[in-house]
């Protein structure tokens, strides 16, 4: 989150990436973003910045931290408080593809809300602003946003009134977005009834129910295209009476082989579909068990060849049946429909090839090729050299990690402000092996001080000014442990530390995160973080000496 502003009076040219405000929702940059106190620093240039949430985070009290003049800080912070899970109902999907319903079990305290009842405030009053103001260049994208569902059209699909938007009494309703979310019949339609939802994503077909390619239906997510289907007519489950397939609730596992698929448990994208590439399990054309699975005793799908028709509890996935003139493709989401060993479109090549971390205390690569890290690794808007410490530099000779504790969550805001798990954890710690406490003088508890390329830098003149200097080392309390084991790698012994990154500067409990470590690098693909893996180095806090040094 790069949140730069140009001093244009002293010839900074105006960069894309500049951010004027941040709704932030459930996120604490400030304590889990990466070289975090940039992070910090980037956010004094916003104009303005929306927090909602439970506590006062990091991310909503960055103005008034350690060190900091709020005064010189011209930010405008809105803190919104927000309603906790269990006060809200709603959809949560989780990495098993689960879109499970989730009931609301009390209200939540005070003037909190739930997040879609401020988003729909907030997003009614810019329209409102924006149909006032026919001059801006936004007033007819803004102000003619359709919000709400389908008109004329109820939650359920039922013809009737809608006149409230995604409202229903007044508040907004959940189930009204997720059947949006599902799709449904645009007006212009010619192949199915105008408000009806969609019953499943296009398939090769135009069959009359699923996602057409026309312009006649449209939906918020193509993946969640059957979860909230009409509930009656076709389309509709016996067990989500409403439409809503994400509430079904049997607790039966209906798999032939008890694999345990509990098809009837929830909603699974795409179209309930519980095993991805399920296809792949029978065996394909021009075998003598054509249809037939290959392992029986996982039984998920079959295919009957003489009666055309699939057994099994999961929903098959491929376009076309095996056998026959046309070959069943399992892998739908492959071009060639088939598995792939070469992954063709990738920045960093067809095959993959070992790189080590940006940021590694090895050299040269291990496995003995010729490059050690990733010549195509995604680097955030603003430039990283000044602050890259070389691989192998002799400053910076541990390799460090960061990981997290059963005791806290995340960035820590949900956790830190629970007295009995402050009292569980009340520091943030660094694992340390025996042999590296040995060289240091380090025992168990002491306070350590760690340090990166990136504690207190001072940007070179060609960056913004806005920004001149950031970085901090990190001050936690040593865990002496067997767990942590010297390497010998190439004849050289690499020690290494693990950090756990909970931390901030508000809440019952408080300390460093092991973000103030870490640096603003992504996977070459996909841009996730690597922020897992870093060079550092390491001291006791009273007059220690950092590794190497005399």
């Known amino acids: 989150m790069t949140a730069w502003k140009a001093d244009l009076g002293k010839g900074v040219p105006e960069k894309d990436q500049y951010i004027h ?36 985070t990091e991310t909503a009290a960055f103005w008034k931290r350690p060190d900091v003049d709020p005064l010189s800080i011209n930010t405008e912070v809105f803190l919104l ?11 949560v999907v989780n990495s098993g593809r689960w879109s499970q319903w989730r009931y609301k079990a009390l209200d939540p305290p005070g003037q909190a809300l739930d997040d879609l009842e401020i988003i729909n405030r907030l997003a009614k009053k810019v329209i409102s602003l924006y149909e006032d103001d026919g001059a801006s260049p936004l007033a007819d994208p803004v102000a003619n946003l359709h919000w709400g569902p389908y008109p004329g059209k109820d939650a359920h699909g039922v013809d009737g009134s809608s006149p409230n938007g995604y409202e229903t009494a007044g508040h907004a309703d959940p189930h009204k977005v997720s059947w949006e979310m599902n799709g449904y019949f645009c007006p212009s339609s010619t192949t199915g009834t105008p408000g009806r939802r969609v019953d499943g994503f296009f398939n090769g077909t135009t069959t009359v129910g699923t996602l057409q390619e026309d312009g006649q239906t449209s939906s918020g997510n193509w993946l969640y295209c059957s979860h909230y289907v009409n509930p ?3 389309g509709s489950d016996p067990l989500a009476p409403n439409g809503n397939r994400q509430e079904k609730r049997d607790t039966v596992d209906n798999s032939a082989s008890g694999i345990g698929l509990y098809s009837d448990w929830s909603y699974a994208w795409p179209l309930n579909r519980r095993i991805i590439y399920n296809g792949a399990s029978v065996y394909q054309t021009n075998h003598p068990k054509v249809g037939q699975p290959l392992a029986p005793a996982k039984y998920v799908i079959g295919y009957d060849i003489s009666n055309n028709l699939y057994s099994g509890s999961d929903v098959p996935d491929g376009y076309t049946a095996p056998g026959g003139a046309t070959p069943r493709y399992p892998f739908i989401m492959h071009r060639e429909g088939q598995a792939h060993i070469f992954g063709p479109g990738r920045e960093d090549g067809p095959f993959p090839e070992h790189y080590e971390p940006w940021e590694t205390a090895i050299t040269p690569n291990p496995l003995g090729t010729g490059i050690l890290t990733s010549p195509t690794l995604f680097a955030h808007a603003r430039p990283e050299a000044y602050e890259h410490p070389g691989n192998g530099d002799p400053e910076f000779p541990i390799q ?9 969550w995340q960035a820590g805001q949900m956790t830190r402000n629970n007295p009995w798990l402050c009292q569980l954890q009340p520091n943030a710690f660094v694992e340390l092996s025996e042999e590296l406490a040995v060289l240091l003088g380090i025992v168990n508890g002491d306070m350590v001080e760690i340090k990166t390329k990136r504690s207190n830098v001072v940007s070179p003149a060609a960056l913004p000014p806005v920004i001149s200097s950031y970085g901090q080392t990190m001050k936690a309390a040593a865990c002496v442990t067997k767990r942590f084991k010297p390497y010998t790698i ?4 690499l020690h290494h530390i693990g950090v756990i990154w909970h931390f901030g500067y508000t809440g019952h409990c408080t300390g460093d995160s092991a973000n103030l470590l870490t640096a603003h690098i992504g996977d070459a693909n996909t841009g996730i973080p690597e922020s897992k893996c870093f060079i550092c180095n390491i001291r006791k806090l009273d007059g220690g000496s950092y590794l190497g040094e005399t």
């Open 490 to 493: 190439a004849g050289d012994t």
């Open 81 to 91: 408080p927000a309603a906790a899970s269990y006060e809200k109902q709603g959809s």
């Open 232 to 234: 009656t007519g076709t």
């Open 400 to 408: 460090g990690t960061t990981y997290r504790v059963t005791e806290h």
């Open 21 to 56: 405000g941040l709704l932030c929702w459930g996120q604490n940059p400030a304590v889990g973003g990466a070289s975090c106190d940039f992070e910090r620093k980037a956010m004094e240039n916003l104009q303005w910045l929306v927090v909602a949430e439970l506590w006062e």
